[in-house]
């Protein structure tokens, strides 16, 4: 069993920076691409950012420039760390995992709010 578990939203005003991370735990052979995702009210899960095992990123054109994902593959982490925050990102955010066990399958976080006031 796979667990991914998020920390680091919370509630900042605009211009602010959070730094989100995912820790990966369980019985797994390796993870290839890491993700973040997040869910506005009232809107569907929408991509944020990419990474892949090697470090190749990438993001959507409305967070480019201020969100940086990175990751550490001997922890098996993933960061997601957000500048120049924007009421606009406002949502729930999720990581989410492609972990070959030995089969590859996508696992989800729980979520972690990230509310930013104007």
């Known amino acids: 069993q796979v667990q991914l578990v998020e920390s680091g939203g919370g509630s900042v005003q605009a211009g602010g920076s959070l730094r989100l991370s995912c820790a990966a735990s369980g019985s797994m052979f390796s993870i290839a691409t890491m993700g973040w995702y997040r869910q506005a009210p009232g809107k569907q899960r929408e991509l944020v950012a990419t990474i892949t095992s090697g470090g190749i990123t990438n993001c959507v054109d409305s967070v480019k420039g201020r969100f940086t994902i990175s990751r550490d593959n001997a922890k098996n982490t993933v960061y997601l760390q957000m500048n120049s ?27 972690t709010q990230v509310t930013v006031s104007s």
């Open 85 to 111: 925050l924007k009421p606009e990102d406002t949502a729930v955010y999720y990581c989410k995992a492609n972990v070959r066990s030995p089969f590859s399958s996508d696992y989800w976080g729980q979520g």
